[in-house]
């Protein structure tokens, strides 16, 4: 009897073991997932900047100071228009001036006393009282004197001329880096000048896309300033060079010219760019997320169900897919898929494998 007790006990586990485990591969809650359905529409193939882009000026040129000097004048504000050779700033020439004056007035005796030196010695060499050696050294001497007068003029007007800074063309002040009565350095900025009639938008794009780029091509510009407004332009430059370094994702640079002059656009402001590559009619495109790579082929994964209604179930099915042209947020479907299919757009959502059951929600 105790024997028989404790065969049926084990029939007992046994059986509780096989209600679980029916339990658990029959029973197990459906993995919440989102769908797409599939429908041929128009796909817009683009390509944008790795990062933010700069509105940007054709002429740009920042003034410096080309000698030591105290501004004693700056007539211009940000934002001020100048017209090309107005006064942009001066410098003070008190100290130098009179150092200056000093050398030229010595130059230019040493100078004066060399050529009348010369013209003695020459009158005596010709009456053949002095020799060729002296007529030699009073001309070497006289050389001498006319290159440092002739270089202690070109310096006072040099300086004279850098104590004067002019604009170079007619453009907007962009930035002021100084004030009245800073003492300035050689080099030190005093102004950054643009000119607003020529601007453009200088964008990075990735190695992998600029073989796609060529001159003329359409531009959509949206510029930060303006949210929800959308400027027009076309490729003007494509760098020739593509930069970046070993760990870094290698770009080049291209230059986006506005069709239209828009006196709101500014140098500086930041933009964002679409380069218009080709339009796909007609085709079948799923969001590039649903895309996902395993056993080294491209595959989506779909929800097969006998009739669709949000929050039904469906089993979720893995299809090797033949991929086209991509926007990065679409993706073309050349072959695998089928109009009238949905696609889970959710392919990372945890517990979701081929052949499980899904609970379907339409993405909006």
Same mark, same amino acid.
């Given at each position: 009897?105790?024997?028989?007790?404790?065969?049926?006990?084990?029939?007992?586990?046994?059986?509780?073991?096989?209600?679980?485990?029916?339990?658990?591969?029959?029973?197990?809650?459906?993995?919440?997932?989102?769908?797409?359905?599939?429908?041929?529409?128009?796909?817009?193939?683009?390509?944008?900047?790795?990062?933010?882009?700069?509105?940007?000026?054709?002429?740009?040129?920042?003034?410096?100071?080309?000698?030591?000097?105290?501004?004693?004048?700056?007539?211009?504000?940000?934002?001020?228009?100048?017209?090309?050779?107005?006064?942009?700033?001066?410098?003070?020439? $008190?100290? @130098?001036?009179?150092? +200056?004056?000093?050398?030229? #007035?010595? %130059?230019? !005796?040493?100078?004066?006393? &060399?050529?009348?030196?010369?013209?003695?010695?020459?009158?005596?060499?010709?009456?053949?009282?002095?020799?060729?050696?002296?007529?030699?050294?009073?001309?070497? $001497?006289? @050389?001498?004197?006319? +290159?440092?007068?002739?270089? #202690?003029? %070109?310096? !006072?007007?040099?300086?004279? &001329?850098?104590?004067?800074?002019?604009?170079?063309?007619?453009?907007?002040?962009?930035?002021?880096?100084?004030?009245?009565?800073?003492?300035?350095?050689?080099?030190?900025?005093?102004?950054?000048?643009?000119?607003?009639?020529?601007?453009?938008?200088? !964008?990075?794009?990735?190695?992998?896309?600029?073989?796609?780029?060529?001159?003329?091509?359409?531009?959509?510009?949206?510029?930060?300033?303006?949210?929800?407004?959308?400027?027009?332009?076309?490729?003007?430059?494509?760098?020739?060079?593509?930069?970046?370094?070993?760990?870094?994702?290698?770009?080049?640079?291209?230059?986006?010219?506005?069709?239209?002059?828009?006196?709101?656009?500014?140098?500086?402001?930041?933009?964002?760019?679409?380069?218009?590559?080709?339009?796909?009619?007609?085709?079948?495109?799923?969001?590039?997320?649903?895309?996902?790579?395993?056993?080294?082929?491209?595959?989506?994964?779909?929800?097969?169900?006998?009739?669709?209604?949000?929050?039904?179930?469906?089993?979720?099915?893995?299809?090797?897919?033949?991929?086209?042209?991509?926007?990065?947020?679409?993706?073309?479907?050349?072959?695998?898929?089928?109009?009238?299919?949905?696609?889970?757009?959710?392919?990372?959502?945890?517990?979701?494998?081929?052949?499980?059951?899904?609970?379907?929600?339409?993405?909006?």
């Amino acid at each position: 009897m105790v024997w028989v007790t404790k065969k049926r006990s084990i029939w007992a586990a046994v059986l509780v073991v096989i209600v679980l485990a029916v339990f658990l591969l029959t029973g197990r809650k459906p993995v919440p997932v989102k769908v797409v359905q599939l429908k041929p529409g128009e796909l817009r193939v683009v390509v944008n900047a790795t990062t933010t882009s700069t509105v940007k000026s054709e002429t740009e040129v920042i003034l410096s100071a080309q000698r030591t000097g105290r501004v004693t004048a700056l007539p211009v504000r940000e934002g001020d228009g100048v017209k090309a050779g107005a006064l942009v700033a001066r410098l003070d020439l $008190t100290e @130098e001036s009179v150092q +200056s004056e000093s050398v030229l #007035a010595q %130059s230019r !005796a040493t100078y004066e006393e &060399a050529e009348k030196n010369l013209k003695r010695i020459e009158g005596l060499f010709d009456k053949g009282m002095l020799a060729q050696q002296d007529l030699d050294a009073a001309r070497r $001497t006289y @050389e001498v004197a006319r +290159s440092q007068y002739q270089a #202690a003029t %070109s310096d !006072a007007g040099v300086k004279q &001329a850098y104590s004067v800074i002019r604009a170079p063309f007619s453009g907007v002040v962009a930035k002021k880096y100084t004030e009245v009565g800073e003492m300035l350095l050689p080099g030190k900025q005093i102004v950054t000048i643009v000119n607003p009639d020529r601007i453009y938008v200088l !964008a990075t794009i990735d190695e992998v896309d600029v073989g796609r780029l060529k001159l003329d091509q359409p531009v959509s510009i949206t510029v930060d300033a303006f949210p929800g407004e959308q400027f027009t332009g076309k490729i003007g430059r494509i760098s020739p060079i593509v930069s970046g370094g070993k760990l870094e994702t290698r770009t080049a640079d291209v230059w986006v010219y506005f069709k239209k002059r828009d006196a709101r656009l500014k140098p500086g402001m930041s933009a964002d760019v679409e380069i218009l590559i080709t339009t796909r009619a007609e085709v079948l495109s799923v969001p590039s997320q649903c895309v996902i790579e395993r056993e080294g082929r491209k595959q989506v994964f779909v929800a097969e169900a006998k009739s669709f209604k949000p929050g039904g179930t469906a089993v979720a099915r893995l299809r090797p897919v033949e991929l086209g042209e991509t926007n990065w947020t679409f993706t073309e479907i050349r072959s695998g898929l089928a109009e009238g299919e949905y696609v889970i757009t959710t392919p990372e959502t945890e517990g979701l494998k081929d052949g499980g059951k899904v609970k379907m929600e339409l993405q909006k």
